[in-house]
């Protein structure tokens, strides 16, 4: 009698089938002198609660910044104090090294979460995090990690950071030698673009930038690709007025891309808008890091537009347009490291070993990227790798000519 | 003319508003035998994907589990080797304590991620977490920021598990003296629920589990306890069938709370399901950890069952119903904590001090759980200390009498 009894309820303890739905809204800001008194947004930024005590804030400066501007630090504090009935700075501000010496040493990670717990952080509580990409990555991770989640606020110093890394909802450091192999997705509370620390890129960092640009118009927007195609030369020659548009358009498609695209924690196979990614990650590893990520993903759009346009994907017309605009723009497409151990695709020291990579990093089977006309990418699940090797000679060739 | 330009772009450039929603699907599935050769359970869990290749996974597993039932390692493996098609152990099950000492050291945190690195495992590899709730905690804070985030599979193995923390989206570990300072919002890959871990818990954990059921009973659900008044004593004799029931209805109730709170991640204020730990997290901390999770729930359910009685939200014979089944289930209501420092609220050792801490770890205003009815929680911003010393005093003389 008792095992029936069990048996019976065993078959009505059916599995309960949950579906946990979260929204999370956040605004990606532009301004200029984000820092001058008589420009609210950053306070309106960590206000709208209304609510009467002001808000503690952790600050995490990238040093790349400081270096440029070192007028920062009292700029900040004076700002502070003015706003003192929104925020308080919680502790000095932490300055930290930009690039990826940031993400690779657990010290900076630890040294924010230190100072949240030393001033006494709630989850209600901000992150003020100032810098470039890899500075923004670190200090996103410490925030959405401590109490679960703390408030983070992302202000971008870099056109990279502004138009790509900056405004999207991925956070993380290295570990192993890995690169992002610790992190989270978590959107940002708010953004705040400030075009005024553009001015004091060096051109590298500059045109890193634009990479992303290039890309995100390559398989989404035409006109936009047509926009930077025009201006490439303005673009070059540091225009600061075409610069913003590029990063107001490029973050928009971008922001449009990760909210519908049905996926945008990632936890299925698909990322479009790795276009030209297996190549560039695999470049920045293999270059020790001396090529910049937008710089690798140059040579990665130009590696995978080649590809297209010998697997006919794609019009010779549109392929030179592709190139001439990344040389226009003063990117190199070419460097020794695509040639090395070509023929020997399991080398590490192979390019191709990137594909493999890639793959693991995704999980599942391979998917790449590729164009089917401008601003119209397509997945592929296999390619063939002695086209990739002609791609490559083209580009060697390319360059040269 | 340029300055006139730029002003009119600056205009232009309005605000993005990003607007992200995600949805995670898993399914809570209820067994006995999970690792018996004709229980499919697991491997179906791993396998929908349909995929070819064997998916790799860490098994993390708390070594108080081994303690009862030390044939378990020989049983996964074997259950391993007759599933060896649809996944494989990569590297050895990783073996740390349970309880609280798993989260208090970091070192098992690494471990985990060191063995998911040689692995080389993929966001669509698994990690399987079998254990109590602080195991399963810090494993899900591990797998949630590998990759940022590989697929958790979580066995829970106590009553508290299996109906509480272990169907729910939290992860974390502790730091800095800090109960759950580290950690992540992110649901589970699936949970599954096996029985027959239960039947070597001792008497103590089996018990504390039944709190959280209480507990969710009284805020939500008038029948369910009814139910659980009406077994009682059921429950405290170890009858399983009764314990399959509440387990079931009470993990069906906290994930029908999560589904529809509409702030699954919890970043507003409003928690509704911390009724009675405002108490409980302080008489745990205070006696430090003598007393178990569900025993200081139980205690901090009396206790605002008997202040929620004292303000008249609650009825005298629903106050006694409260207190009776608390004390049939084998639950201590008082400990000398509670009165110690009563008349200093900030001294660190008084319980009082457990309400600012609250308030503190949720962020904005205080907000507590009380009972306007058996199954009708309410909540509250004020509270009023001397009806709540009185409280005290009543679950004293009502221990002894």
Redo the contacts between chains.
Sequence with gaps: M?TS??QN??IN?Q????????????????T?GLFKLDNPLLAQAIAP?G?STPKPVVTVIDGGVIQYQDELLEKLSVYAQHYRDVFTLSGEPIIVPGGETVKNDSRFLEQI??SI?VG?L????YVLAIGGGAVLDMAGYAA??????IRLLRVPTTVLAQNDSG?G??N?IN??G?K??????M?PYAVLNDFDFLTTLDNRDWRAGIAEAVKVALIKDADFFDFIMTYADKLANRD??TM??LI?RC??LH?EH??SSGD????G?SRPLDFGHWAAHKLEHLTNYNLRHGEAVAIGIALDSTYSYLTGLLLRSQWQQILSTLKTLGFALYVPTLTEQLDRPDHPHCLFRGLTEFR?????QLTITLLQGIGQGIEVHEVDLSLYKDAILMLKNWEVS
Tied chains: 1, 2.
Excluded: W
Excluded at 21 to 28: C, L, P
Excluded at 264 to 267: A, K, L, N, T, V
């Design positions: 008792k009894l069990k309820i065993a303890l599995p309960l089938n949950q579906c946990v739905r979260v929204t999370f809204n956040y605004d990606v800001h532009f200029r609660d609510q979460h230190q717990n006494g709630c989850r209600h509580s959405t990690t401590a109490h679960r989640g405004v909802v991925k993380g570990a192993f890995k992002n192999f610790l992190g989270t997705f959107p600061m007025q913003e548009r107001y973050s928009q922001l990760i909210a945008p924690f990632e936890m196979s693991e990093h995704l999980g599942g």
